[in-house]
């Protein structure tokens, strides 16, 4: 019997709406021993991030629901409490998908093992070195194919994924224009980003005509390459705005997540897709795994050049997790939200 306490927080209904406590409860229960190759992390970071709220639901996805019952599903940063397994010794550090808890027990070849020698704060590796700045790379770069002097607009643009594919848009030379939800946000996307342009889409007024109009203000020359990371609306009014053989990357739609009756609205004009000549394609990040090795060193290199930025929110202590991931869906985050439990 081990010796060690689990907190968890766990799913004990499918959320109809925005996840209430009630759906996600905590409790305490034994960490559960390493079975042969498995060992037990003590979680470090736990990475918050729009897609888990799909994993709630049992809508068809990328990958399983999470099952009621379990713990909430969430890529985690750790240091290993015990090992059975002979890649990893106690006090190593590993990256894999735990949960919402304070000890996953999982396989070890599961785990990516990280460095802390090499001096990176650990959680850049759920962000900017990790999934979302992948999602970014190959996204926009695989998708969208953008190329020097074409428009780029990109949606919820000062987030973790958004603000990454800008500043990656601007060095392939096109023009950028950001959308996002306060004054704040895009004036960081224009001052320190160096976008060409920003909307706050919530003082445009939020109607797909009104959001046209904006885009069409923002982007005199049309729209080639739109990366969506919201849906509803604003793809609506994007598609109205693109060109000739525009490419639209669907990389998430967060404006419906707690829709209670999912697809909830979606764009009425997809004519615009054979008016125009469009290519739209959805994609998940992991579609690329054989290539994260390139994207890590390739956004690694950027980083130490200064050629990228990122902002990452940090907040300290399990027991706050329900109410850090709304932030993400009330846009009170600020770039990659991150959870971390202090050794
Ligand atoms: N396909 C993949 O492999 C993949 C991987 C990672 C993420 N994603 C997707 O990428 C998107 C961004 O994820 P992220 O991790 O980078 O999160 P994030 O952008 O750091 O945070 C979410 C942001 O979305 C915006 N938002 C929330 N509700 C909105 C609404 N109703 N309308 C417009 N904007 C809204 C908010 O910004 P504002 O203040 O600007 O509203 C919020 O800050 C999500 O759709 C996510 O599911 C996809």
Redesign the pocket.
């Given at each position: 019997m081990s010796t060690l306490e689990n907190r968890q927080y766990y799913l004990a209904s499918r959320p109809a709406g925005a996840p209430t406590p009630q759906d996600v409860p905590c409790r305490d229960v034994p960490v559960a021993e390493p079975a042969e190759g498995e060992v037990v992390l003590r979680n470090l970071y736990i990475s918050l991030?729009?897609?888990i709220r799909?994993w709630m639901g049992d809508d068809p996805n990328y990958i399983e629901p999470i099952a009621i019952g379990d713990p909430v599903r969430a890529t985690i940063i750790g240091r290993v409490e015990k090992s059975a397994s002979e890649d990893f010794k106690p006090g190593d550090v590993a990256m894999v998908m735990g949960g919402w808890e304070r000890y996953s027990t999982v396989p070890a070849a599961m785990c990516t093992a990280l460095d802390e020698s090499a001096g990176v704060p650990l959680s850049y590796y759920l962000g900017v070195l990790g999934?979302?700045g992948l999602?970014a790379y190959f996204?926009l770069l695989e998708v969208g194919k953008p190329q020097a002097g074409e428009t780029v607009l990109v949606?919820?643009?000062?987030?973790?994924?958004?603000s990454i594919v800008g500043q990656i848009a601007k060095m392939q030379g096109c023009r950028v224009v950001g959308?996002?939800?306060?004054e704040e946000?895009c004036a960081w996307l224009r001052d320190t980003l160096g976008f060409d342009a920003a909307i706050n889409?919530?003082s445009c007024g939020d109607d797909a005509a009104a959001l046209e109009g904006a885009i069409r203000e923002a982007c005199p020359d049309g729209v080639d390459v739109y990366f969506d990371?919201?849906?509803?609306n604003?793809l609506e009014a994007a598609l109205a705005c693109l060109n000739k053989f525009a490419r639209v990357a669907?990389?998430?739609?967060?404006?419906t997540?707690n829709m209670a009756d999912a697809p909830g609205p979606s764009a009425r004009n997809l004519w615009q897709l054979v008016a125009n000549s469009v290519t739209i394609q959805?994609?998940?990040?992991?579609?690329y795994m054989d290539r994260f090795p390139e994207g890590i060193a390739q956004l690694a290199e950027w980083v130490m050049a200064g050629k990228l930025q990122f902002r990452e929110e940090v907040v300290e202590g399990l027991d706050n997790i329900l109410p850090t991931f709304l932030?993400?869906?009330?846009?009170?985050?600020s770039?990659?939200?991150v959870i971390s439990i202090p050794e």
């Amino acid at each position: 019997m081990s010796t060690l306490e689990n907190r968890q927080y766990y799913l004990a209904s499918r959320p109809a709406g925005a996840p209430t406590p009630q759906d996600v409860p905590c409790r305490d229960v034994p960490v559960a021993e390493p079975a042969e190759g498995e060992v037990v992390l003590r979680n470090l970071y736990i990475s918050l991030d729009p897609a888990i709220r799909g994993w709630m639901g049992d809508d068809p996805n990328y990958i399983e629901p999470i099952a009621i019952g379990d713990p909430v599903r969430a890529t985690i940063i750790g240091r290993v409490e015990k090992s059975a397994s002979e890649d990893f010794k106690p006090g190593d550090v590993a990256m894999v998908m735990g949960g919402w808890e304070r000890y996953s027990t999982v396989p070890a070849a599961m785990c990516t093992a990280l460095d802390e020698s090499a001096g990176v704060p650990l959680s850049y590796y759920l962000g900017v070195l990790g999934p979302t700045g992948l999602t970014a790379y190959f996204g926009l770069l695989e998708v969208g194919k953008p190329q020097a002097g074409e428009t780029v607009l990109v949606s919820a643009a000062a987030g973790a994924v958004g603000s990454i594919v800008g500043q990656i848009a601007k060095m392939q030379g096109c023009r950028v224009v950001g959308m996002a939800g306060s004054e704040e946000k895009c004036a960081w996307l224009r001052d320190t980003l160096g976008f060409d342009a920003a909307i706050n889409y919530r003082s445009c007024g939020d109607d797909a005509a009104a959001l046209e109009g904006a885009i069409r203000e923002a982007c005199p020359d049309g729209v080639d390459v739109y990366f969506d990371n919201v849906g509803g609306n604003i793809l609506e009014a994007a598609l109205a705005c693109l060109n000739k053989f525009a490419r639209v990357a669907v990389c998430g739609w967060i404006s419906t997540y707690n829709m209670a009756d999912a697809p909830g609205p979606s764009a009425r004009n997809l004519w615009q897709l054979v008016a125009n000549s469009v290519t739209i394609q959805g994609f998940v990040v992991i579609d690329y795994m054989d290539r994260f090795p390139e994207g890590i060193a390739q956004l690694a290199e950027w980083v130490m050049a200064g050629k990228l930025q990122f902002r990452e929110e940090v907040v300290e202590g399990l027991d706050n997790i329900l109410p850090t991931f709304l932030k993400l869906f009330d846009g009170s985050n600020s770039g990659k939200l991150v959870i971390s439990i202090p050794e």
